[in-house]
């Protein structure tokens, strides 16, 4: 929860909304999957319904560490997360797109398997990887973020490119950009710098960051609960087991 004193010396920020999706995670949430290998006749729904858990996981650590920095006062990363957030959102985004596909016969069964394989599976580089097998390329992170602007244009009909937009704009502040090295600092008037020792967010900062992530988030979850319904309904899933609380 984010702290009140910070809630009261930002009146006109909307933390409540952003803090409604606390409990999404938690109810969406198994701690345990069991496969059942001799039942499966494709690996499609045990496939995709552990990339979807480990995805929730990703995207429930990201936001409970954007939350910490706003109550830490950590503007660099709370840039950080929220873009990287974007991208597993882009990324279930992307299983469902292709799902879709595939069930409307648009694309194969290789397709699909090679698809969950990138997702689920892919590396470029690993520790010691001389000694490990090869491991698919991953998908360009920008064709994950271009697919939700894209499936919003088939849901919605409007071709707006909102997700890519704000991605590229949280990317000038991921890199040792100009507006990334400002960050916690000011320059005056007469081109005076000024570092401060911590860095503080700005009502700017805010009114970008949290809108951003309430995107993500509302996106993640809409399009994580589709795609499960999709497998549940159409393939074999592995056995999910809910913690006892």
Not at 82 to 107: D, M, P, W
Request: glycine share 4%; proline share 4%.
């Amino acid at each position: 929860m984010i702290n009140k004193e910070i809630k009261e010396m930002h009146p006109s920020i909307n933390f409540d909304e952003l803090e409604r999706f606390i409990p999404e995670y938690k109810q969406r949430y198994y701690y345990r999957l069991l496969p059942k290998w001799q039942k499966y006749d494709r690996l499609i729904g045990h496939k995709g319904i552990s990339f979807l858990l480990l995805s929730l996981q990703r995207s429930k650590s990201l936001f409970t560490g954007f939350i910490d920095c706003i109550n830490t006062s950590n503007v660099v990363l709370a840039y950080l997360s929220t873009r990287a957030h974007f991208e597993s959102t882009g990324s279930v985004v992307y299983l469902l797109s292709c799902l879709q596909k595939f069930y409307n016969n648009e694309i194969n069964l290789t397709k699909i398997e090679d698809t969950l394989s990138k997702l689920a599976t892919s590396a470029r580089t690993l520790p010691n990887s001389d000694h490990l097998h090869k491991f698919p390329d991953p998908i360009n992170v920008l064709t994950l973020i271009d697919t939700v602007d894209k499936l919003f244009k088939d849901d919605n009909g409007k071709n707006l490119k909102i997700f890519r937009q704000c991605y590229d704009f949280l990317s000038e502040y991921c890199h040792p950009n100009m507006p990334g090295l400002l960050v916690g600092s000011h320059v005056t008037k007469n081109f005076e710098l000024v570092i401060y020792e911590k860095s503080v967010f700005e009502d700017a900062d805010f009114g970008i960051l949290i809108n951003d992530m309430i995107i993500s988030c509302t996106y993640f979850f809409d399009i994580y609960d589709r795609s499960f319904t999709l497998l549940k309904e159409n393939e074999q899933i592995p056995d999910l087991v809910k913690p006892d609380n």
